[in-house]
């Protein structure tokens, strides 16, 4: 085959040349504009962790904890929840953490000591962000001065693989909360694999990884069971995320929430909140939906949150010609609409299968909307029957009739309403913060001694 001939170097450019090497400098020109911007965050950060860390330093007997996450706000999710909550509680305590955490494109906030790492989009999962292993590396000198004394991993993923090496480079021991009971998830986003094969794979994971800790936190009990049945001999504490109290009851919107969704006065209301996602079973809160309207034809479900479920859940509706009666709205910011949709309902509903706590459960108590919810996992923790909740069996009949129940019994709805109230004020964030220092100290104390022998 005859090679093309090169064109001479004083050759004039071709209006197609021309583009190509305009469109690849633009191309160059942004990369390195992103770059830029991506450092000056990072070192942003880096100054923030350095006045953050050194004020700690100053308070005696701080603990002074480096937490990792492959999810963070603006992330929505229990996770990032967790995290919010005791970081605040550890803080208030006197002790210093600092979180290390995606880098978002959008909808981020700058925050005093949590430092952002670049981070790529997962295939897939428009919601999540995967940090890059090699830049979180790449700062083990920064942290190392830091005189951290133990690493706290909240996720699975480069999280998990980036805290065992630095807590083996920095000679510090490394605790995972287990938040996810990832067997029962995984079916849903990997569907062309058998559910026994995905399920093995998922549990022996979770067992190489938990066994490469000093420790481990489950939310609940029915986690650490889980965690037993794994095969698991890493010691487990049982620490539930407590709730912010003060912080998430103080919101008071002047709007009113019915009014601004055209909602009618007459309308009973049922609440979820929550990610719109396969596992959470909202499809068989819709089914339940018509023996509910039976009695109380004004009901409407309202599901707010966002998902990879929310087509799927839509069709169902109109499928079962309950359309009308289900409203969709989105996530709503927990400084103010939250809690406004929280009040305004009568009744707050809930029957996943793979919580492991069910952080919603005790927010709606805390603003006095009754609970109906099955008891599954890490909501058997949650629920004490009659403490601001009925509990319901997983089937329709039983749920909607408990759900009509509370529906047409002002006073009893009243009464739970009331004891939820007190009942939550019992799951307050800085007990439960209390005993994760409790267990932090705990292996302090182990990483000294065995120094010292």
């Not at 706000?73 to 305590?93: C, Q």
């Not at 018509?290 to 859940?313: C, F, M, N, W, Y």
């Not at 890490?378 to 069996?393: F, M, N, Q, R, S």
Request: proline letters at 5%.
């Amino acid at each position: 085959m005859p090679q093309r001939r090169r064109p001479p170097l004083n050759a004039p450019l071709s209006d197609q040349d021309v583009a190509a090497l305009t469109h690849l400098a633009n191309g160059n020109a942004l990369y390195l504009q992103r770059e830029a911007d991506r450092k000056a965050r990072q070192e942003s950060a880096l100054a923030l962790l350095h006045s953050t860390t050194s004020t700690a330093n100053a308070q005696p007997g701080c603990m002074k904890v480096l937490m990792i996450s492959d999810v963070y706000f603006p992330r929505v999710n229990g996770v990032s929840t967790s995290i919010a909550s005791f970081r605040g509680a550890l803080e208030r305590l006197g002790h210093s953490v600092t979180l290390i955490c995606p880098d978002y494109p959008l909808g981020q906030l700058d925050e005093p000591g949590v430092l952002r790492i670049r981070s790529h989009r997962v295939p897939g999962d428009p919601e999540d962000r995967m940090m890059r292993y090699r830049d979180l590396l790449a700062l083990t000198p920064q942290l190392a001065g830091k005189a951290f004394d133990l690493i706290h991993v909240h996720t699975p993923f480069t999280a998990h693989y980036a805290g065992v090496a630095l807590g083996r480079r920095l000679g510090l021991p490394v605790v995972a909360t287990y938040h996810t009971l990832f067997e029962a998830y995984v079916q849903h986003y990997i569907r062309w694999f058998p559910r026994r094969w995905l399920r093995l794979a998922a549990r022996r994971l979770s067992a190489h990884q938990c066994h490469q800790l000093s420790a481990l936190v489950a939310p609940s009990q029915a986690m650490q069971h889980a965690l037993t049945r794994y095969g698991v001999t890493t010691p487990t504490t049982v620490i539930a995320t407590g709730l912010a109290l003060e912080a998430f009851c103080s919101p008071q919107l002047g709007s009113d929430f019915r009014a601004h969704y055209h909602l009618p006065r007459e309308a009973r209301l049922l609440l979820y909140v929550g990610r719109t996602a396969f596992e959470k079973n909202i499809d068989f809160l819709i089914d339940m939906l018509p023996k509910v309207l039976a009695e109380h034809p004004t009901t409407r479900l309202i599901i707010t949150g966002e998902g990879p479920a929310q087509d799927s859940l839509v069709r169902r509706a109109q499928a079962l010609g309950v359309a009308e009666s289900v409203l969709f709205l989105g996530y709503l910011d927990r400084s103010g609409p939250l809690q406004a949709a929280y009040r305004a309902a009568d009744v707050f509903v809930f029957a996943s299968r793979t919580e492991t706590q069910g952080l919603v459960l005790l927010e709606a108590m805390a603003l006095g909307t009754p609970v109906v919810s099955t008891a599954t996992m890490g909501t058997l923790d949650v629920l004490k029957e009659g403490e601001g909740c009925l509990i319901a069996e997983e089937n329709h009949s039983d749920f909607a009739t408990k759900v009509n129940q509370l529906l047409s019994d002002e006073t009893r709805r009243a009464q739970l309403a009331e004891r939820g109230q007190t009942y939550a004020a019992s799951w307050h964030e800085d007990a439960k913060s209390a005993e994760l220092v409790a267990l932090y100290r705990k292996l302090a104390a182990e990483r000294l001694a065995n120094a010292r022998k």
